[in-house]
C-alpha cells in the first residue's frame, strides 16, 4: 500500500488565490521530505528540501516566499503555492526517504497533486 | 549542475527485452535510482544501486558502474503495462536530494 500520501491530488483555482498541498508519510517518520514540480512531458524538477523543525532549503531559481514550506511532524509537510498564476499549474509531487541502511535505503513518492491556476 | 543523460523514447515489442542506458556526471554520488512513471501518476521505485554490479528483481535488472558514470535498466519479458516513462535519478548527496534524468519513455507494442 502507500507509504507516502499527497491531498489534494487535483485542485483547480482562480489566479491570485492561495492553494495548500500535504504531503504525509504514513508508517513511518520523515525529518526530510522533498517536493518536486513536473512539467507536462518533462521530467521532476527539484523546488525545495523541508526539514522537520528548520526552514527549508530551496533550489536555485524557487522563490521561497511563493512556494511556503512547512514541516510541522515527523510525518507531514505542507506546500502553499501562494498568490498562484496560471504558469505554476504543474503536478507537485513530495517525497520522504524511508531510511533502514544505506543498502536499502529507498524513497516513496506521494501520488502527486495536479494544480490547474485558471 | 548535473548531467544526467538517458534517450528520449524507446520502442519494444511485446515479450521483449530492452535495455535503457543512463550516463551521469554529477557533482556527487551516493547511488542510483530507477523508477517507473505513468503518464498522470507519481513514480513508482524500481530498483537502487550504490555498488558496481547488476541487481535483478524478477522481470527488471538494474546495473551500475560507477568508474564509468553508467548505469542501465533492463526490462525483460516485456507486457503492455510496461509501458512508461522511466527515469534515471542520482543521489548526490547524503541528505537524499536526488536529481532525475528527463526520462525513457518505453512503448511496448503488440
Known amino acids: 500500500g502507500a507509504v507516502v500520501s499527497q491531498h489534494p491530488s487535483r485542485v483547480i483555482c482562480k489566479s491570485g488565490t492561495s492553494v495548500k498541498i500535504e504531503c504525509r508519510s504514513l508508517d513511518f517518520q520523515a525529518t526530510t521530505m522533498f517536493w518536486y514540480r513536473q512539467f507536462p512531458k518533462q521530467s521532476l524538477m527539484l523546488m525545495a528540501t523541508?526539514?522537520?523543525?528548520?526552514?527549508?532549503?530551496?533550489e536555485q531559481g524557487v522563490e521561497k516566499d511563493k512556494f511556503l514550506i512547512n514541516h510541522a511532524s515527523l510525518t507531514l509537510s505542507t506546500l502553499t503555492v501562494t498568490s498562484a498564476h496560471p504558469e505554476d499549474s504543474s503536478f507537485y509531487i513530495c517525497?520522504?526517504?524511508?531510511?533502514?541502511?544505506?543498502?536499502?535505503?529507498?524513497?516513496?513518492f506521494g501520488p502527486g497533486t495536479r494544480l490547474t491556476v485558471l | 549542475g548535473q548531467n544526467i543523460d538517458q534517450p528520449t523514447e524507446m520502442t519494444a515489442t511485446e515479450g521483449a527485452i530492452v535495455q535503457i542506458n543512463c550516463t551521469y556526471q554529477?557533482?556527487?554520488?551516493?547511488?542510483l535510482f530507477w523508477y517507473q512513471q505513468h503518464a498522470g501518476e507519481a513514480p513508482t521505485f524500481l530498483s537502487y544501486?550504490?555498488?558496481?554490479g547488476l541487481e535483478e528483481k524478477g522481470r527488471f535488472s538494474s546495473f551500475l558502474s560507477r568508474s564509468k558514470g553508467y548505469s542501465y535498466l533492463l526490462l525483460k519479458e516485456l507486457q503492455m503495462k510496461d509501458s512508461a516513462s522511466y527515469l534515471c535519478a542520482v543521489r548526490i548527496s547524503n541528505d537524499y536530494k536526488l536529481s532525475f534524468g528527463a526520462g525513457t519513455t518505453v512503448t511496448v507494442r503488440a
Open positions: 554529477t557533482s556527487g554520488f551516493n547511488g
Open positions: 523541508s526539514n522537520e523543525g528548520s526552514k527549508a532549503t530551496y
Open positions: 517525497s520522504a526517504p524511508r531510511l533502514a541502511g544505506s543498502h536499502t535505503d529507498t524513497q516513496y
Open positions: 544501486n550504490v555498488l558496481d
